[in-house]
Antibody, heavy 119, light 107 residues
């Protein structure tokens, strides 16, 4: 059974860097593509970006200047960094697996972690 | 960015009813369209991918149809556990984008 678990600080101050890690069990990060998605009442579900098992990435242009997704196949984890956060980055952050042969839909999701940006 | 618009935004229905939710894309996405179900406090769950392929383990009362710019999620006979919010997502081009959601409530 594939499981994903997000971890990282839940409270940040404006201008700080958000850093989240997704730990994967039951599947290899070197085999699939992986994604970060966030959800807020204001913006709904928002795709942040993908990382491929090659390490190549695609990011949402609205976040591209501030976001980095990386992968550590030795630890079976992938990570999200978002610089210079503001209150608009307050959201529940999900990591997800992009299913193989699933037209790039996300077939397994983490439970989500709430991140609040407040001074 | 491709805009995804769902209708209705909310719908009330009874157990046993047939319900259809529509998702329209601002430009063609072929069949690169997924549907998710989300219950309060939980992550979205994949129901349909490729516009009409049923995800493993999802009951057959869920079905998807459409291509290009118009898509439909149909629940043939509502069960109590189906009351939730449903989202479409296009994965044809970056950035992948989601609809605003359709909340399915008990009548």
């Amino acid at each position: 059974q594939v499981q994903l678990q997000e971890s990282g600080p839940g409270l940040l101050k404006p201008s700080e860097t958000l850093s989240l890690t997704c730990s994967v069990s039951g599947a290899s990060t070197s085999t699939y593509y992986w994604s970060w998605i966030r959800q807020s009442p204001e913006k709904g579900l928002e795709w942040i970006g993908h990382i491929y098992n090659s390490g190549d990435t695609n990011y949402n242009p609205s976040l591209k200047r501030r976001v980095t997704i990386s992968i550590d196949t030795s630890k079976n984890q992938f990570s999200l960094r978002l610089n210079s956060v503001t209150a608009a980055d307050t959201a529940v952050y999900y990591c997800a697996r992009v299913g193989s042969g699933h037209y790039d839909a996300c077939d397994v999701w983490g439970q989500g972690t709430k991140v609040i940006v407040s001074s | 960015d491709i805009q995804m618009t769902q209708s209705p935004s909310s719908v009330s229905a009874s157990v046993g009813d047939r319900v259809a939710i529509t998702c329209r894309a601002s430009q063609g996405v072929s069949t690169w369209l997924a549907w998710y179900q989300q219950k309060p406090g939980t992550a979205p769950k994949l129901l349909i991918y490729g516009a009409s392929s049923l995800q493993s383990g999802v009951p057959s009362r869920f079905s998807g149809s459409g291509s290009g710019t118009e898509f439909t999620l149909t629940i043939s006979s509502l069960q109590p556990e189906d009351f939730a919010t449903y989202y479409c997502q296009q994965t044809n081009s970056f950035p992948n984008t989601f609809g605003q959601g359709t909340k399915l409530e008990i009548k």
